[in-house]
């Protein structure tokens, strides 16, 4: 069975960066489409970014478009997402997941692995 484990969450000020890392054990991502959701106290959990298994195609949630990059997802057994210029909005748990499928989704149902998540805290 695939384990995920996210990494790099933190508690930083508005504008600055953090670089989240989703390590894989018991297999490789190169088989798997990749995504990563947040979560927010009384809130639904929400699409971020996807990368499709061949990593050649990325998608982004509109409230996150030109400032976070997913990056990986094939060959290495990581994958990053860069959060630059965050907002307070952005606080959330974050949360890598793994599909058995070429494309990435937005919707959680769709994958098959789950890390336990990675607090990330943006105060103003």
């Known amino acids: 069975q695939v384990q995920l484990a996210e990494s790099g969450g933190g508690s930083v000020q508005a504008g600055e960066s953090l670089r989240l890392s989703c390590a894989a054990s018991?297999?490789?991502?190169?088989?798997?489409?990749m995504g990563w959701f947040r979560q927010a106290p009384g809130k639904e959990r929400e699409f971020v970014a996807g990368?499709?298994?061949?990593?050649?195609?990325?998608s982004y949630a509109d409230s996150v478009k030109g400032r976070f990059t997913i990056s990986g997802g094939k060959g290495p057994n990581t994958v990053y997402l860069q959060m630059n210029s965050l907002k307070p909005e952005d606080t959330a748990v974050y949360y890598c997941?793994?599909?058995?499928?070429?494309?990435?989704?937005?919707?959680?149902?769709?994958?098959?692995?789950w890390g336990q998540g990675t607090q990330v805290t943006v105060s103003s």
């Open positions: 997941a793994a599909r058995d499928g070429y494309s990435s989704s937005r919707f959680y149902a769709d994958y098959d692995y």
């Open positions: 018991g297999r490789t991502f190169s088989s798997y489409s």
């Open positions: 990368i499709s298994r061949s990593g050649s195609l990325t």
